[in-house]
């Protein structure tokens, strides 16, 4: 069973940037984050393949956000520019166990293995 442990949630002024990370405790193969506010349905963010080579982002963070990985520290970052008040979210990490050779619909597969979220706040 792989632990993923996410960080670097935080309260930034609209505008600013922050960078998630996401701490796997052995090998995954795609990740992806995942957001949901209190009330409302987990929104796809972002999505990478285990090279790194494919990466996949909701159209309401295309050009903002940056998601990327070291496989050697096991760990996925999310760099978060331009942060908008409709950011505000807890933000969760979530990791397949075996390679997915599908389409790009990251956003609807299955992930096996979830984080326990982290609080990301954008003040207006």
């Known amino acids: 069973q792989v632990q993923l442990v996410e960080s670097g949630g935080g309260l930034v002024q609209a505008g600013g940037s922050l960078r998630l990370s996401c701490a796997a405790s052995?090998?995954?193969?795609?990740m992806g984050w995942f957001r949901q506010v209190p009330g409302k349905e987990r929104e796809f963010v972002a999505a990478i393949t285990y090279s790194g080579s494919g990466t996949y982002y909701a159209d309401s963070v295309k050009g903002r956000f940056t998601i990327s990985r070291d496989n050697a520290k096991n760990t996925m970052y999310l760099q978060m520019n331009s942060l908008k008040p409709e950011d505000t979210s807890v933000y969760y990490c979530?990791?397949?166990?075996?390679?997915?050779?599908?389409?790009?619909?990251?956003?609807?597969?299955?992930?096996?293995?979830w984080g326990q979220g982290t609080q990301v706040t954008v003040s207006s």
């Open positions: 052995g090998r995954t193969f795609s």
């Open positions: 979530a990791a397949r166990k075996t390679p997915y050779y599908g389409g790009n619909d990251y956003g609807r597969i299955r992930y096996d293995y």
